[in-house]
């Protein structure tokens, strides 16, 4: 019997064997679920939390040692004390607007604002909300999505189940397409360092589209703008058979926050799935895309764009298990990374024997701003199939004086001709989002960078 592959770094072995001498593993980590977990709930989703607690108590979290976390070092976020984010006020001029979008979900330290959010124009039947808020008939169904994708013993994604305090719930049922963005916003605010944990569940039923934007970002024009925070965000997605899900995550969080942030997808037969990643902010930000096929024929684009600067450490790590035959990929994911910031890449493609004729292809390019920017890739294939087409590769360059002064010679002045040149690198990963209000905002972003 074929066994599948599975995206995710931890195995899945199971928790009540594990040694009690094992427990409270790394002291840090032990105060962080103390503050995060609650009590406050019965039923199914305390259950749900306690496993993930346990799990955790087994856990450390991760340091340059392993192969994983190898180009990432978590030592500055260990030093900080965080608290639990509380309510704040927070209004509208805080949040940034998707004028093309029909529903709007806005989350603070990862609490539902019904205050802030709406929806309009939504087809009958489309449920967007958030978990204490659904209606009866879904929540039977939640408990099938909820918690239950690969990858979820994976520390931080644990650490946000042992304290989810509220899941923003998009549902969309069989053959039901939306024509219109879905917008989840994410703001993370407070006066002392804090924790928060953002936390999504997107089912796309048989047949179903929708589009989605997920932006994550702080407070605009607060005394704590530039604070010290914690977002740890998990979102799940089960795309189902012949069912399309067009997903854009932007992470724009503030020049000292940290954002660690799982995207855990599944696609069954015939389904479609594309992400447009980008990544802006954060003083240390990680994003682990994890891609499950379930069925054949899939179809998965994932296109990703990091601009960072200064200090900044941006890490893209993506794994795509392809455990069905006719899959096809498509990946590229780049990086403009100036000053003395430091770019991660790191994609996986698993082709195992059961996933013939399999069409994979991965490329991560890299542009370098300065003598002192650096990046790390590794892209990744694993194929023991023998009847497939997988490519992937990497290049690390920086502007070409050549092309430069060509612009030069056309009378641009220097710094206009290097805008250019990064705004052309930047453009192709751009104008693959479907939203061109969102569009206009991430030009003007690479225009100024």
Same mark, same amino acid.
């Given at each position: 019997?074929?066994?599948?592959?599975?995206?995710?770094?931890?195995?899945?072995?199971?928790?009540?064997?594990?040694?009690?001498?094992?427990?409270?593993?790394?002291?840090?980590?032990?105060?962080?679920?103390?503050?995060?977990?609650?009590?406050?709930?019965?039923?199914?989703?305390?259950?749900?939390?306690?496993?993930?607690?346990?799990?955790?108590?087994?856990?450390?979290?991760?340091?340059?040692?392993?192969?994983?976390?190898?180009?990432?070092?978590?030592?500055?976020?260990?030093?900080?004390?965080?608290?639990?984010?509380?309510?704040?006020?927070?209004?509208?001029?805080?949040?940034?607007?998707?004028? /093309?979008?029909?529903?709007? #979900? +806005? =989350?603070?330290?990862?609490?539902?604002? &019904?205050?802030?959010?709406?929806? !309009?124009? *939504?087809?009958?039947?489309?449920?967007?909300?958030?978990?204490?808020?659904?209606?009866?008939?879904?929540?039977?169904?939640?408990?099938?999505?909820?918690?239950?994708?690969?990858?979820?013993?994976?520390?931080?994604?644990?650490?946000?189940?042992?304290?989810?305090?509220?899941?923003?719930?998009?549902?969309?049922?069989?053959?039901?397409?939306? /024509?219109?963005?879905?917008? #989840? +916003? =994410?703001?993370?605010?407070?006066?002392? &360092?804090?924790?928060?944990?953002? !936390?999504? *569940?997107?089912?796309?039923?048989?047949?179903?589209?929708?589009?989605?934007?997920?932006?994550?970002?702080?407070?605009?024009?607060?005394?704590?703008?530039?604070?010290?925070?914690?977002?740890?965000?998990?979102?799940?997605?089960?795309?189902?058979?012949?069912?399309?899900?067009?997903?854009?995550?932007?992470?724009?969080?503030?020049?000292?926050?940290?954002?660690?942030?799982?995207?855990?997808?599944?696609?069954?037969?015939?389904?479609?799935?594309?992400?447009?990643?980008?990544? *802006?902010?954060?003083?240390?930000?990680?994003?682990?895309?994890?891609?499950?096929?379930?069925?054949?024929?899939?179809?998965?684009?994932?296109?990703?764009?990091?601009?960072?600067?200064?200090?900044?450490?941006?890490?893209?790590?993506?794994?795509?298990?392809?455990?069905?035959?006719?899959?096809?990929?498509?990946?590229?994911?780049?990086?403009?990374?100036?000053?003395?910031?430091?770019?991660?890449?790191?994609?996986?493609?698993?082709?195992?024997?059961?996933?013939?004729?399999?069409?994979?292809?991965?490329?991560?390019?890299?542009?370098?701003?300065?003598?002192?920017?650096?990046?790390?890739?590794?892209?990744?294939?694993?194929?023991?199939?023998?009847?497939?087409?997988?490519?992937?590769?990497?290049?690390?360059?920086?502007?070409?004086?050549?092309?430069?002064?060509?612009?030069?010679?056309?009378?641009?002045?220097?710094?206009?001709?290097?805008?250019?040149?990064?705004?052309?690198?930047?453009?192709?990963?751009?104008?693959?989002?479907?939203?061109?209000?969102?569009?206009?905002?991430?030009?003007?972003?690479?225009?100024?960078?």
């Amino acid at each position: 019997m074929n066994m599948q592959v599975s995206p995710s770094a931890i195995a899945n072995s199971d928790i009540v064997s594990l040694s009690s001498t094992l427990l409270d593993r790394d002291d840090y980590l032990t105060g962080l679920l103390g503050k995060v977990s609650s009590n406050q709930t019965e039923g199914w989703l305390q259950e749900v939390r306690e496993r993930a607690v346990s799990w955790v108590r087994h856990s450390v979290i991760p340091n340059t040692r392993e192969e994983e976390w190898r180009f990432t070092d978590l030592s500055a976020l260990r030093q900080v004390e965080f608290q639990v984010g509380v309510q704040y006020p927070v209004s509208g001029d805080d949040i940034p607007t998707l004028p /093309e979008a029909s529903s709007r #979900l +806005v =989350f603070v330290n990862g609490v539902y604002a &019904p205050e802030l959010s709406g929806t !309009r124009d *939504l087809p009958s039947g489309v449920v967007v909300g958030n978990l204490a808020g659904l209606p009866d008939a879904y929540t039977e169904k939640v408990q099938q999505y909820l918690a239950q994708s690969e990858g979820m013993l994976e520390v931080f994604t644990a650490l946000n189940t042992a304290g989810m305090r509220d899941v923003g719930v998009v549902w969309i049922p069989k053959n039901m397409v939306v /024509e219109t963005p879905i917008h #989840l +916003v =994410f703001i993370t605010a407070g006066e002392s &360092p804090i924790i928060a944990q953002p !936390r999504c *569940l997107v089912v796309g039923e048989t047949g179903s589209q929708v589009s989605l934007v997920e932006e994550y970002t702080n407070r605009r024009g607060a005394e704590s703008a530039e604070g010290v925070y914690f977002n740890n965000a998990v979102t799940e997605i089960f795309v189902g058979e012949n069912a399309q899900v067009n997903h854009t995550r932007i992470q724009s969080d503030g020049a000292q926050g940290f954002h660690i942030g799982k995207t855990a997808v599944t696609q069954t037969r015939c389904s479609r799935y594309s992400c447009h990643g980008i990544t *802006l902010g954060g003083k240390l930000s990680r994003h682990n895309l994890e891609i499950l096929q379930t069925g054949e024929q899939t179809e998965t684009t994932l296109n990703g764009l990091t601009m960072i600067r200064d200090q900044q450490v941006g890490d893209t790590h993506s794994a795509i298990a392809l455990n069905h035959p006719y899959g096809i990929t498509r990946q590229l994911h780049k990086c403009i990374v100036a000053n003395k910031a430091h770019g991660v890449f790191n994609g996986k493609v698993f082709v195992p024997k059961p996933a013939q004729l399999t069409d994979a292809g991965q490329l991560n390019r890299n542009l370098l701003l300065s003598p002192h920017a650096r990046v790390d890739t590794k892209p990744q294939l694993e194929i023991t199939a023998d009847n497939v087409k997988c490519a992937h590769g990497a290049t690390v360059s920086q502007l070409e004086d050549d092309e430069i002064f060509y612009l030069q010679s056309r009378g641009i002045d220097e710094d206009s001709a290097r805008n250019l040149l990064i705004h052309a690198f930047a453009a192709e990963i751009i104008n693959h989002i479907p939203v061109p209000s969102l569009r206009e905002r991430l030009t003007q972003t690479a225009n100024q960078f």
